[in-house]
């Protein structure tokens, strides 16, 4: 017999799988087991006639039916829905052989390789020829089109009945033999589907002949699926034939395939609302964390606007304690939280490109920018807070020692004007001689002499008042009275003594005599004593220094007072001489005085104690002036401790931030590898957060010490904190690139090579290595990648779209991770509006609007809730009750929406 099907076939065969291969088990030479024919000869009985009752005829006997090839022809084309070419009438083995030729070519043309299956066996009415060409048509018309998840025919049939059956306890579908014994699985098809035709629950595995004859009798009855098989002929076999079962699975297939399709609209419609549901919680976190951080920064920057200062030295020392733990303990997880909420941003925007939604736009006041500038505005407030207490304490500190400085000389001059008003207000020159009245002539030149010395203190002390009132001194109203004391009583000793010398004068004329001696000690001894109550002063004044320098000078100057000691102890001896010449004299001619200088209150005995007292006070200077040397050195130590650990730590953050900046921009490794090394790299840069410690340790011991200034390094704290800040921040925006990157790559499906290529063009037109390219360079990028994006109309066109993908926000630059997205986007395919709208509406039985019963029936519990209250409710004209509008709600899902 000639095989004339077989050149048709070749044409046709690298378009089929192997189900369209013959089957071993067919070859001639081999025969059926009885029972497989007989369950066979059954089944494909019945599916010929489920088709060809159609035409209003059927089969009895399938080997002798078929033989003359008029309902085979008949069947052919009734289940494919095509005209076959006329048959042959005549009732002659040729006719009936041209007619079965016929036949199996339309079979043939079907891409179907018959093999040793001719025309003479089935006009001979051979059943196993017979049985394998109706085989091959069910294999070809009910079987090939099966496909789940892109598997084969046989495979995906499978595939569809474990998916189906899954949920059924007792049943476990691995073949199409022993699976379909116990009647199970047929019983579970039916009520996964039509759950109101069986009550699986009464079902018992141990009684499949009831469970196998319940199952054929409801689907013949109800679903139109005819009994191919008998109950007792499954039961009965060990193995019941694969085919027969195949082809009585595949009608429960086609008469369940609309509800397949239901499950495919829905599968497509839960993933489209999971990626809506996941990508909405991230928008919340996003404003919930963006307002915390917002209202955190709004109560702290009031805190930190605050001017008005306090009155003592301990309380801004307090504040700046305070500002201190503001630093160590309430600003470094606000940082990281401002760092989180870029990643969050950066992630959230990444996941909707990816799933073709449109850009995340956060409430108004809530952008990172606004985020950014809140931020900025924040540390400006701390940077002048920071400022403003230090040069408080640089205020308070120098008022203290002018108030002490004002104290000390007021009560010096006010120990001076004791006694000195009822001394200026006495009469005593009324009854007093001659010489008592010379004598108190000159005593009173020698008072106003001491009086002149001491306007210079005065002077002092009213210039003390007036720098602290300028100063704001807290205690000036205080400081003011008294000084306003002074000053009247100093005015009030200058008209008294005016007054005695006026009365002294006119009484001159009536007294003459005087004691050279007494007036010579007293005019010498007056400014003597002058210039010790000045060294004693000086001797205790205060002193404030910033520098070893400083106190050198200071140190310098007190060894030229020093130095001034020997001539100062001649004076003191040639004034005593003066006055032990005076008792000499006195005793030499026997005079009797009176016992006290008529000229000066001033005696020696006064001269010697303050001599003593400045020698006590020289020592003590000594000490206290190397003491603050000591000090300041110490300081100097501080100064250089804190700088040689400046210089280390500052150089090392810049080396990092120059390093990161390579990883992002080389192309070493995969990006697993660079996201590794950017892991490697946080991590030192974590373990080196201990040497950041010991620095804010050695900057609060300067803080301490009211050190101002460090001329050892240009370093100060604060570019320590900004710039480890920046690295902590620039590392993990970095390491969240190299991430979104990952994600891009797998979510789109682009290789490696794809990814070293992309980065290798933008790398090429980043000329200053920034990450970043603008328009220009963009453009020259997309031109080596073959876009038509010149200067034309039609390039300029092209271009303003393409930035308007990578650039929706109006920026002037385009990172890697836009340029990646458009480069994704350009080449793979996403779900879209009308996919989804499409699986809405094959859910909703091809109507223009669905029910929530009906999303409850096809969509999970939380999916389906989701979807009833968003939709909006149907308004067309063939609105029902509860009619809700999946159309407006899939467009949402894709454009500018509250959803």
């Not at 179907?112 to 091959?136: C, F, H, P, Q, R």
């Not at 079902?203 to 054929?216: E, G, H, M, S």
């Not at 939604?357 to 956060?362: L, S």
């Not at 009469?427 to 030149?445: C, V």
Request: glycine content about 4%; overall charge negative.
């Amino acid at each position: 017999m000639v095989d004339y099907h077989e050149a048709n076939s070749q044409m046709q065969q690298g378009n089929h799988g192997d189900y369209m291969q013959p089957e071993d088990d067919w070859d001639r030479d081999l025969l059926l087991d009885p029972a497989w024919e007989r369950q066979q000869r059954k089944t494909f009985t019945a599916w010929c006639n489920s088709h060809l009752r159609k035409a209003g005829t059927q089969i009895e006997a399938i080997e002798e039916d078929f033989r003359d090839g008029l309902k085979l022809m008949l069947l052919l084309e009734v289940i494919s829905g095509e005209r076959l070419p006329k048959p042959e009438r005549g009732k002659m083995r040729v006719h009936k052989i041209n007619n079965v030729n016929k036949a199996l070519d339309f079979i043939a043309s079907k891409g179907v390789k018959l093999v040793s299956i001719g025309a003479e066996e089935i006009v001979d009415g051979n059943a196993k020829m017979t049985l394998g060409m109706i085989w091959t048509i069910i294999l070809r018309f009910a079987i090939q089109d099966i496909s789940v998840e892109e598997t084969s025919a046989k495979e995906g049939l499978l595939l569809w009945c474990q998916r189906k059956t899954a949920p059924y306890k007792n049943v476990n579908v691995q073949n199409f033999h022993i699976s379909w014994k116990d009647g199970l699985a047929f019983n579970a098809l039916i009520h996964r589907h039509r759950p109101e035709l069986i009550d699986y629950e009464k079902l018992r595995k141990d009684d499949p002949l009831t469970n196998l004859n319940n199952a054929f009798e409801v689907a013949e009855k109800y679903l139109d699926i005819p009994k191919m098989l008998d109950a007792e002929d499954i039961v009965n076999t060990a193995r019941p034939d694969e085919k027969a079962i195949m082809t009585y699975v595949s009608c429960f297939y086609h008469a369940f395939s609309g509800a397949q399709k239901a499950e495919t609209a829905a599968n497509r419609i839960c993933k489209v609302l999971a990626v809506n549901q996941e990508n909405e919680h991230l928008m919340e976190d996003y404003e919930k964390l963006a307002s915390d951080l917002l209202e955190w920064i709004r109560q702290t920057k009031p805190w930190l606007e605050n001017r008005e200062p306090e009155k003592t030295m301990q309380a801004m020392q307090q504040k700046l304690e305070d500002f201190r733990d503001y630093r160590r303990v309430h600003k470094p997880p606000k940082v990281q939280e401002k760092c989180q909420l870029e990643i969050n941003f950066n992630t959230l925007q990444t996941k909707l490109r990816l799933s073709n939604r449109p850009a995340f736009m956060p409430s108004e006041g809530k952008m990172i920018s606004d985020i950014n500038n809140a931020w900025q505005g924040l540390e400006q407030a701390e940077k002048g807070y920071e400022e403003w207490l230090l040069n408080e304490i640089r205020r308070l500190e120098r008022l203290d020692h002018l108030a002490e400085k004002f104290r000390q000389k007021a009560s010096i001059h006010e120990d001076w004007t004791t006694d000195k008003e009822v001394m200026l207000t006495q009469k005593d020159y009324e009854t007093a001689a001659l010489a008592d009245i010379k004598a108190l002539l000159k005593k009173h030149e020698a008072f106003e002499s001491d009086l002149a010395a001491h306007q210079d203190r005065v002077e002092q002390i009213a210039a003390i008042a007036q720098e602290l009132n300028d100063l704001d001194y807290y205690d000036s109203p205080n400081v003011n009275a008294r000084c306003q004391t002074i000053c009247d009583h100093w005015d009030t000793l200058g008209s008294l003594t005016q007054s005695r010398r006026d009365a002294l004068e006119r009484t001159e004329k009536l007294q003459e005599t005087i004691d050279q001696l007494y007036l010579e000690y007293a005019k010498r001894a007056a400014p003597f004593n002058n210039w010790m109550e000045g060294a004693m002063e000086d001797l205790q004044d205060m002193f404030i220094v910033h520098t070893t320098e400083e106190i050198q000078g200071l140190i310098a100057a007190h060894e030229q007072f020093k130095a001034t000691l020997p001539d100062a102890d001649k004076e003191r001896e040639a004034i005593l001489g003066i006055h032990n010449e005076m008792m000499k004299i006195a005793q030499s001619y026997d005079i009797k005085l009176s016992g006290v200088n008529p000229y000066t209150s001033i005696t020696s005995q006064s001269i010697n104690d303050k001599w003593n007292n400045v020698q006590q006070l020289v020592p003590a200077r000594d000490q206290a002036l190397q003491a603050e040397f000591n000090k300041q050195q110490s300081n100097e130590n501080l100064r250089e401790q804190f700088a040689n650990a400046a210089n280390v730590v500052g150089p090392w953050i810049q080396t990092k931030m120059q390093e990161i900046g390579r990883i992002s921009i080389e192309m070493h490794g995969t990006l697993e590898d660079q996201l590794n090394q950017l892991k490697q790299y946080e991590d030192s840069i974590i373990n080196y957060k201990p040497n950041i410690d010991k620095l804010e340790q050695d900057h609060q011991l300067i803080q301490e010490a009211l050190i101002f200034d460090n001329k050892h390094t240009n370093y100060t704290m604060e570019h320590i904190r900004v710039g480890w800040e920046q690295l902590l921040t620039t590392i993990a925006r970095t390491i969240n690139e190299v991430e979104n990157q990952i994600l891009t790559r797998d979510a789109k499906g682009i290789s490696q090579e794809q990814l070293n290529e992309f980065r290798s063009s933008f790398n090429h037109f980043d000329k200053d290595h920034s990450g970043k390219l603008g328009p220009e360079e963009f453009k020259a990028c997309l031109i080596s990648l073959g876009y038509d994006v010149g200067n034309d109309q039609q390039g300029e066109a092209e271009f303003t779209r393409i930035m308007s993908v990578v650039a929706p926000n109006n920026t002037e630059e385009i990172s890697f991770q836009a340029f990646i997205d458009f480069m994704s986007q350009e080449t793979t395919d996403t779900d879209t509006a009308e996919q989804v709208m499409a699986s809405f509406k094959i859910l909703a039985g091809d109507k223009n609007y669905i029910t929530a019963e009906e999303l409850r029936r096809e969509l999970p519990p939380d999916q389906a809730d989701y979807c009833i209250a968003r939709m909006a409710p149907y308004r067309g004209p063939d609105t029902v009750p509860g009619a809700l509008d999946y159309m407006s709600f899939s467009t949402a899902l894709y454009g500018e929406s509250d959803l």
